[in-house]
T-cell receptor
Framework: EADIYQTPRYLVIGTGKKITLECSQT?????MYWYQQDPGMELHLIHY???????EKGDLSSESTVSRIRTEHFPLTLESARPSHTSQYLC????????????FGNGTRLTVT | KNQVEQSPQSLIILEGKNCTLQ??????????LRWYKQDTGRGPVSLTI?????NTKSNGRYTATLDADTKQSSLHITASQLSDSASYIC???????????FGRGTSLIVHP
């Protein structure tokens, strides 16, 4: 079982609120990722990081930001939540080897009312 | 553009039966293909990895195949159990990339 943790597991907030989704891993992985997952759809990459102070945008990066100040911590922030942000957010990490698997957290289910 | 297509979208089988899930991929250059299992409310977990030179790989009751010529992979589940009910996601990665391409998954329901 991989050691990657996401909090909160569930979050219901109102439109316009600023929120931060937390993700931490204890495996010392340099590479970390944030994905958005909707029912019946493929995972969409929001942001990724290849190490401390390195962050890149994915396909769905608009309206959100990330930071990577420490290897183990990769929080995702929505500056102003909208109902269209309602979704499942998954954090993942992996070792540097190209063939290494992604280790996922159990996700944050976000509902914006 | 890299793409991964999975079929069927959903599948219902009886406990004890076998089933096969399909995956067609277009990634270039091809590096590897993984199958993940995602239980409801959990993150995906890797089941197998297939590289270019591998045709078949087993992990317990799960057997994955790869045909690099036709760019197809399959996941065969033998003697299904209720705990096999989950979404199975095919993920392909191109060489030199750490950004994999995900399929939409096959939702498998195993009935008693």
């Amino acid at each position: 079982e991989a050691d990657i943790y996401q909090t909160p597991r569930y979050l219901v907030i109102g439109t316009g609120k600023k929120i931060t989704l937390e993700c931490s891993q204890t495996m010392g992985h340099d590479k970390m990722y944030w994905y958005q997952q909707d029912p019946g759809m493929e995972l969409h990459l929001i942001h990724y990081s290849y190490g401390v102070n390195s962050t890149e945008k994915g396909d769905l990066s608009s309206e959100s930001t990330v930071s990577r100040i420490r290897t183990e911590h990769f929080p995702l922030t929505l500056e102003s939540a909208r109902p269209s942000h309602t979704s499942q957010y998954l954090c993942a990490s992996r070792r540097d080897a190209e063939s290494s698997p992604l280790h996922f957290g159990n996700g944050t289910r976000l509902t914006v009312t | 553009k890299n793409q991964v297509e999975q079929s069927p979208q959903s599948l219902i089988i009886l406990e004890g039966k076998n089933c096969t899930l399909q995956c067609n991929y277009t990634v270039s250059p091809f590096s590897n293909l993984r199958w993940y299992k995602q239980d409801t409310g959990r993150g995906p977990v890797s089941l197998t990895i297939m590289t270019f030179s591998e045709n078949t790989k087993s992990n317990g009751r799960y057997t994955a195949t790869l045909d690099a010529d036709t760019k197809q992979s399959s996941l065969h589940i033998t003697a299904s159990q209720l705990s096999d009910s989950a979404s199975y996601i095919c993920v392909a990665t191109s060489g030199g990339s750490y950004i994999p391409t995900f399929g939409r998954g096959t939702s498998l329901i195993v009935h008693p």
